[in-house]
């Protein structure tokens, strides 16, 4: 198992390299110039003179490839240099923004835990029964309903009518409740589909026949066999989902005006502060491949076969 | 095993529902938190879409100007129609040459830690501001300032490299000319690179902040003006419009003051509901598109007077401003100083229109729906900022306005950073452009239009008489005659006008909208201040 996970982690460096590269070469792309941006955000008026000296200051006039070593060579040491719009360290801003996303994501897995692990299994053992339907109909509801106009629902039915819940911010645990419910549903539902379809496949194996034929209970045949092999396709799209949920509640942060790296993206986004953006997708970037080697190493636990290559 | 599992689920199920109780206790707002049996504190809760920043008066962004103001004062105020009034300085004098301006300072000013507002005080602020003049630039105040002297304890002298006529305007600006207390200065004495405390002698004074979170503010006990009815400001930091109505119905926020925090959708549904007062403001600034008189079709003046009659503007204040706005005629409001000229507006005449087209020669052929000259066609680029949902919907009325005169427009919206670049470039036929508002308008405004990288100069630039204009620009911010001043202006706007160069909509104004327990709501001349101190609690 050591191995595997030394063999995981040295084959990440490589991607890393060409997501630093992919996401250096992308900025550059953007057509408008970084030194007029930088200027425009402090109030100087772009003049020529001025956006030369600019340029020279943050290193834009170097050749390129020079741009990208001198940049790599900072973010190796954390440092991403500084917001254009706050001219504060940008690693410092994401690091006091993250652990709001962090907490707002952790709250919305729990809920897709709970949520999607008991209808996915009794909607597989229940198959073609009313409670299937109904898991059936939630599922294609919570797929397809778009988080801004999911949220707002919500916070009119629970917070505007029933007066239950906050409608926005962050404080005590009410607060969570409804962004984290906003951001989980979607996955929740997906999961809910997910898990039912890997547990019929699984139903329906050899050895779950042999199990029944060997006399084990039906609690014990689909608790620790069939739920447990039927968690690993579950797993790996977890390990995806996370990283989405990760990036990808800017949506849900802005909506419930929840103080994280999404509302923060956001604004950088607007603003063209490039330092932000860079270092943010790196950030991104980085969360995805660790939690795909997280889950790599889960699926490794769950399943000897993956661990050990598949051949044994 | 089902039974297991069914005890499972009703976990899952329970756990659920106790997160969701957990919170309800929090869910409603305090408004008037209990202190310690003493009389309950009057706090107001207001929203903004962006976290305060800094406060540093000297800077700009990310600081807010409304916040900047609750802690700031300037020297003197600009009151309704223009007029200048006395604030932390009491009168002035202006020397004959018009290049001395001496002001005699209010005694009775502290800053919000107790220190006294004073000349030496005052002339470390000018001086911190003037050692950063590039950031300045922009304002011609701050580059028309030679040197500031501290005449006695209460006075002050600002000396000028020439006469310049709109400084007192300019210095009732929300920033970069207001006072901080001597303990916020940096030990470098630079505030270009930060403040050590938002220290002010304004009436409200910053006591708690989360940085995207809410900022609290309360009375600054030093206070020399009228004090505030209320204890405390809140300001929570709301980004979405949506999720700040929804909070406002829940009275978790007890005013939304401003312009375009709230679609104007919403604006409507809570003006129509009956439940809440609002308000709107009088003219503050106007919505406009500047047309390229350096750039294809609109180059010709008959093509861009023909555009000035082809929009019915009250149908647009009507659907798209459900009335919050005015119908704007000119460029700037009449109210405005030197600006009140009996122009004679453009009447929406799609006949007219016509006319001047095909005068032209931009004609309509048999079976066609856009107008063409020598092959080509009458086609327009209209850029505007894709994030802005009130350019949006105009720029959509305006296509199908045009193409019942023979005009292809074409949309072109993009984020902002694109949309400054083509201003800036003069990559456009026609594009939003948006007066600046007191104590701005028309100077600074008209100031700008000398300068490449704004869209009022690439607008202008085809015109024959550009350089002219712009000679009459450089003559009005230096006269020391008011009646010359007033012809130059005339003469500036008037040209402007008849070269059709702008496309003015609508006059945009800050709307109010607040609980009926909320009393004393005004508005001020400068649109990016928020007057509290009359507001009250009932």
């Known amino acids: ?312 | 095993m089902m039974k297991r599992l069914k005890k499972i689920s009703l976990i899952s199920m329970l756990l659920i529902l106790a997160i969701a109780i957990s919170g309800c206790g929090g869910g409603t707002s305090s408004k008037a938190p209990s202190d310690n049996g003493q009389q309950a504190e009057k706090v107001l809760t207001i929203s903004w879409a962006q976290d305060v920043g800094n406060l540093n008066p000297h800077l700009y962004s990310p600081s807010q100007m409304f916040a900047q103001d609750f802690v700031y004062e300037s020297l003197v105020e600009y009151g309704e129609g223009g007029t200048i009034k006395p604030h932390l300085a009491e009168n002035w004098t202006i020397s004959p040459d018009g290049k001395v301006y001496t002001f005699n300072l209010r005694q009775d000013v502290k800053f919000s830690d107790g220190t006294e507002f004073n000349a030496m005080v005052a002339k470390k602020n000018f001086d911190a501001v003037l050692a950063n003049r590039d950031r300045h630039k922009w304002l011609e105040l701050v580059n028309q300032i030679d040197g500031v002297n501290a005449v006695d304890e209460y006075t002050i002298e600002i000396i000028f490299k020439n006469p310049y006529y709109p400084a007192l305007q300019e210095l009732s600006l929300i920033r970069p000319l207001r006072f901080l207390g001597d303990a916020g200065f940096p030990d470098n004495g630079k505030t270009s690179e930060g403040i050590k405390a938002p220290i002010g002698t304004g009436p409200w004074v910053l006591e708690d902040y989360k940085q995207n979170e809410y900022a609290v503010f309360v009375k600054n006990q030093y206070y020399w003006g009228a004090k505030p009815k209320i204890d405390k400001v809140v300001v929570k930091i709301i980004p979405d419009g949506e999720t700040r109505v929804i909070a406002f119905e829940k009275q978790e926020i007890d005013l939304i003051f401003g312009s375009g925090l709230i679609s104007l959708d919403s604006f409507r549904q809570l003006r129509d509901s009956g439940k809440y007062q609002t308000m709107i403001s009088n003219p503050l600034t106007t919505q406009a598109l500047a047309l390229n008189s350096n750039r294809g079709p609109t180059k010709e003046q008959a093509v861009r007077v023909a555009l000035q009659h082809g929009v019915n503007k009250q149908a647009l204040i009507d659907n798209i401003f459900y009335g919050t706005e005015v119908k704007a005629d000119t460029l700037f409001s009449p109210q405005f100083p030197y600006c009140d000229l009996g122009l004679q507006p453009y009447a929406y005449n799609v006949e007219k229109a016509k006319t001047i087209l095909e005068s032209a020669g931009w004609v309509l052929k048999a079976g066609q729906e856009f107008r063409e000259k020598n092959g080509q066609l009458l086609e327009l680029e209209l850029c505007f900022d894709s994030a802005n949902n009130v350019q949006k919907a105009l720029a959509e009325a305006l296509q199908g306005e045009y193409r019942k005169i023979g005009v292809k427009l074409n949309l072109i919206g993009e984020e902002r950073q694109s949309y400054n670049q083509r201003q800036k470039d003069g990559n456009f036929n026609l594009i939003f452009n948006d007066t600046w508002g007191a104590p701005y308008d028309p100077h600074s405004l008209v100031s700008s239009m000398r300068v490449p990288s704004h869209a009022d100069y690439q607008a202008q630039a085809g015109l024959p008489m550009k350089a002219e204009i712009d000679a009459k620009i450089n003559e009005v911010l230096l006269s020391t005659d008011k009646k010359e001043r007033q012809d130059l202006y005339r003469y500036i706007l008037s040209t402007l006008h008849e070269q059709a160069v702008y496309l003015p909509l609508s006059h945009g104004t800050n709307i109010a909208v607040f609980h009926k327990n909320i009393t004393g709501v005004s508005f001020d001349p400068q649109k990016n201040r928020i007057p509290l101190v009359n507001v009250d609690i009932k």
């Not at chain 1, 030194?35 to 000296?53: C, G, K």
């Not at chain 1, 996915?120 to 198959?127: E, H, I, Q, R």
């Not at chain 1, 906050?166 to 419910?181: C, D, F």
């Open chain 1, 1 to 312: 198992m050591e191995r595997f996970i030394v063999n995981r982690i040295i084959s990440l460096v490589p991607v890393l390299l060409g997501i630093s590269l992919l996401t250096f070469i992308l900025i550059q792309l953007v057509p408008v110039d970084p030194a007029e941006v930088y200027l425009r955000l402090s109030q100087i008026p772009p003049t020529d003179e001025a956006v030369a000296v600019t340029r020279a200051e943050l290193g834009l006039d170097k050749p390129l490839y020079q741009q990208y070593f001198d940049w790599l060579r900072k973010v190796v040491q954390l440092d991403f240099g500084l917001s254009f719009v706050t001219k504060e360290p940008v690693m410092e801003e994401l690091l006091y923004y993250f652990p709001a996303t962090l907490k707002l994501t952790a709250a919305s897995l729990v809920i897709v835990l709970l949520i999607s692990i008991p209808l996915g299994v009794f909607s597989a053992l229940y198959k073609d029964t009313a409670f299937d339907q109904m898991c059936r109909i939630f599922a294609f509801i919570g797929a397809s309903m778009p988080s801004f106009w999911l949220g707002f629902v919500l916070v009119y039915i629970l917070s505007l009518k029933l007066d239950l819940l906050p409608v926005y911010g962050r404080g005590t645990l009410a607060h969570l409740v409804l962004p984290a419910t906003t951001l989980a549903l979607g996955s929740a539902a997906v999961y809910t589909r997910l898990l039912r379809t890997s547990m019929l496949e699984n139903l329906n194996q050899n050895f779950v026949l042999y199990a029944k034929a060997r006399g084990l209970k039906e609690r014990l045949i689909v608790v620790r066999y069939v739920l447990k092999n039927a968690l690993i396709p579950v797993v790996i799209a977890f390990g995806m989902t996370l990283g989405h949920m990760l990036a990808g509640s800017v949506i849900v942060e802005n909506v419930f005006a929840w103080p994280g790296v999404g509302r923060y993206i956001v604004s950088s986004i607007f603003n063209r502060d490039y330092p932000v953006i860079q270092a943010y997708v790196l950030f991104m970037a980085v969360n995805f491949v660790l939690l795909n080697l997280i889950v790599d190493i889960i699926c490794g636990l769950l399943d000897p076969r993956i661990r050990l290559g598949g051949d044994r």
